[in-house]
């Protein structure tokens, strides 16, 4: 079964840090990029980073670029994403994300909250 579990949301306060993680099951993780999006309350589900499959290559949105950090493992078929020096705009929904065999396979999302 193919699937995508995300992990490790939460509140944090402003400034604080937090490490979301993506477990995958059901595909051969290493050969496809992996993607984090995220959603908040009355928005569109935006792009967040992307890690290649190799792990060559990463690209981040201007909004997270410097604070946030996407990285994987391939041995345990995780995908992480350390987001550090959080604000109240980073509030929302965040998705793992890949394309597998021309279709999108998301996660079930995890709630990050930022608040003082």
């Known amino acids: 079964q193919v699937q995508l579990v995300e992990s490790g949301g939460g509140l944090v306060q402003p400034g604080g840090s937090l490490t979301l993680s993506c477990a995958a099951s059901g595909m051969a993780f290493s050969m496809l990029s992996m993607n984090w999006y995220r959603q908040a309350p009355g928005k569109e589900r935006e792009w967040v980073a992307t890690k290649s499959s190799a792990g060559g290559s990463t690209n981040y949105a201007d909004s997270v670029k410097g604070r946030f950090t996407i990285s994987r493992d391939n041995v345990k078929n995780t995908v992480y994403l350390q987001m550090n020096s959080l604000k109240p705009e980073d509030t929302a929904v965040y998705y793992c994300?890949?394309?597998?065999?021309?279709?999108?396979?998301w996660g079930q999302g995890t709630q990050v909250t930022v608040s003082s």
């Open positions: 994300n890949t394309r597998r065999l021309g279709r999108d396979v």
